[in-house]
């Protein structure tokens, strides 16, 4: 099965509000990182997080991560048309270089 | 894309037939990764390799095979391929030291 499991599935928001959207994993990691793919498209990376770190932002997002829950939150503020799409995580695990994603969660920003 | 191509972009297949897909980068990555996006599933991992000649597998490895005998080119064989292997065929890579993937614009696979 898979590392990490993202929710919701599926998002739907209004122009300008925010949208949060959760990764849960299994196993300890290195670091967490949240990925970005529009429809028909490769992925972008958006953010990185280790496993020492609590918080991190750029730009508008702001991701956590809460490893005794191994779980991490990606807060997007204002949100805009443009951040219609899917958006991963994916983990890398210690001493591994396997890096593992998770289903997604595809938001759709409303005009 | 940061110079990470995928050939062919599109293929249709049959079952049984064999098939390769290619990545090819332009930036000395050291890793590189095989992923598999079908609905409901995400990306799942098929193979990566961490060098010339160095691969391991990865969450769904049967019935794909991986080669790597240059740093520029990672291919991808289907050795018999079947309808289960409908998918889009997503290629990255990254440099040591760093974790960040950036990834083809991918390979979609119809076998029919």
């Known amino acids: 099965s898979q590392q990490g499991e993202e929710d919701p599935q599926a998002l739907s928001i209004q122009e300008g509000e925010n949208a949060t959207m959760n990764c849960s994993y299994k196993?300890?990691?290195?670091?967490l990182q949240w990925y970005r793919q529009n429809s028909g498209r490769g992925l972008v990376h958006l953010i990185l997080?280790?496993?020492?770190?609590r918080e991190k932002h750029s730009g508008r997002l702001r991701v956590t991560l809460d490893t005794s829950k191994k779980s991490s939150s990606l807060l997007i503020t204002a949100s805009r048309a443009a951040d219609t799409a899917s958006y991963f995580c994916?983990?890398?695990?210690?001493?591994?270089?396997?890096?593992?994603f998770g289903k997604g969660t595809r938001l759709h920003i409303l005009p | 894309d940061a110079g990470i191509t995928q050939s062919p972009r599109h293929k249709v297949t049959e079952t049984g037939t064999p098939v390769t897909l290619r990545c090819h980068q332009t930036?000395?990555?050291?890793?590189m990764y095989w992923y598999r996006q079908d609905p409901g599933h995400g990306l799942r991992l098929i193979h990566y390799?961490?060098?010339?000649?160095?691969?391991d597998k990865g969450e769904v490895s049967d019935g794909y095979s991986v080669s790597r005998s240059k740093t520029e080119d990672f291919l991808l064989t289907l050795e018999s391929a079947t309808s289960s292997q409908t998918s889009v065929y997503f290629c990255?890579?990254?440099?040591?030291?760093?974790?960040?993937?950036?990834f083809g614009p991918g390979t979609r696979l119809t076998v029919t």
């Open positions: 997080i280790r496993s020492n770190e």
């Open positions: 196993t300890s990691i290195n670091n």
């Open positions: 994916a983990t890398a695990l210690d001493r591994d270089d396997k890096i593992i």
């Open positions: 390799s961490y060098g010339v000649k160095d691969t």
């Open positions: 930036e000395n990555h050291r890793y």
């Open positions: 990255a890579a990254r440099t040591s030291g760093s974790y960040e993937q950036y």
